[in-house]
């Protein structure tokens, strides 16, 4: 999320770059006066007057969005690599930038509901803070009745729930999961710049909730099914590798326990696949998980059959 004033600044740059006078710039829109004073104030233009004001850069105003978006990303990107070491558990990493950091306003994308909340989780791993004054922290800041009314849902709330959902007790995720479940089956629409990468992420760590609390894998097992359909559909056709071992095997797991075997065949030919393609056999192969399912009677058979028929497994997920 970009703050309103930001943009407000973003524009001005842009006037300049295109030497444009401020006279001319706010002619029959706003009088000089005032389009200085929220220059000088970093105040936040009423929208219609960003939007004409749009209009003279001789832009469309999702242009300049897009535009402010990239910039915005460019001038805090310390916020964007702080997410990503925070999410990933590179705690040095994160130690070493979070030093450098200003702290007070944060400015990217990834927003001022998201990042402080993040941050406290950062805190929480470093044995800073308690566990339940972190996830206190995130539930202060959202509404979660309010969130499970709405038809839409932004990114910035929803890796909040992600972060609740892997952290909180039983009772909070069992709040969480029906709003999540309905961003996933696109129940509730999702504003995100990286939509795949997002959903993608919500389905990972919600199937691993599911499976990590036996109370709530049987509240919610009617989801399961239709929930790893979609990952491996996703994951497929976005080519997005994080947790998929992880994912594979849940869903070999699961479909065994149900008695699935046309499921069980095919999850088990996707595991295979990946541990080979992607050069981890060696290293999968010490593990319980993957010695236990060789030692199949049936695995030959469903490995031999996999590689017969892999690209129609393929195309029947892109499909």
Do not use: C, W
């Amino acid at each position: 999320m970009i703050k309103k004033e930001r943009l407000t600044k973003l524009l001005d740059e842009l006037r300049q770059s295109k030497h444009i006078k401020v006279y001319d710039f706010t002619k029959d829109v706003i009088s000089e006066r005032n389009y200085r004073r929220y220059i000088n104030e970093e105040q936040s233009l009423p929208f219609n007057v960003l939007v004409e004001l749009v209009n003279k850069l001789n832009m469309q105003m999702g242009d300049f969005l897009i535009y402010a978006l990239n910039k915005t990303a460019v001038d805090f990107q310390q916020e964007i690599y702080l997410e990503h070491y925070i999410q990933t558990g590179q705690l040095e990493e994160a130690d070493k930038l979070f030093e450098e950091m200003d702290h007070d306003a944060y400015q990217t994308h990834i927003g001022n509901l998201y990042l402080p909340i993040l941050v406290q989780k950062y805190f929480y791993l470093k044995k800073q803070l308690s566990k339940d004054a972190y996830v206190s922290y995130a539930l202060d800041r959202i509404d979660l009745a309010v969130l499970s009314k709405q038809t839409v849902i932004d990114r910035q709330h929803l890796e909040v729930l992600i972060l609740l959902l892997e952290d909180a007790d039983e009772h909070t995720q069992s709040l969480i999961i029906p709003i999540i479940n309905d961003v996933i089956t696109q129940k509730k629409a999702l504003i995100s710049f990286k939509t795949n990468v997002d959903m993608n992420h919500a389905i990972q760590v919600l199937i691993k909730t599911l499976f990590s609390n036996e109370s709530l894998k049987s509240i919610y097992h009617a989801l399961l099914p239709s929930l790893l359909e979609l990952s491996l559909s996703n994951t497929v056709n976005s080519h997005l590798e994080p947790g998929y071992k992880d994912f594979l095997t849940y869903s070999i797991t699961y479909f065994k326990e149900s008695n699935d075997i046309p499921s069980y065949r095919r999850y088990v030919y996707y595991f295979m696949s990946f541990i080979i393609s992607n050069g981890y056999f060696e290293t999968y192969l010490k593990e319980p998980f993957t010695q236990i399912l060789l030692n199949d009677p049936h695995i030959q058979d469903i490995i031999n059959e996999g590689i017969q028929y892999g690209y129609s497994l393929v195309n029947e997920v892109k499909s």
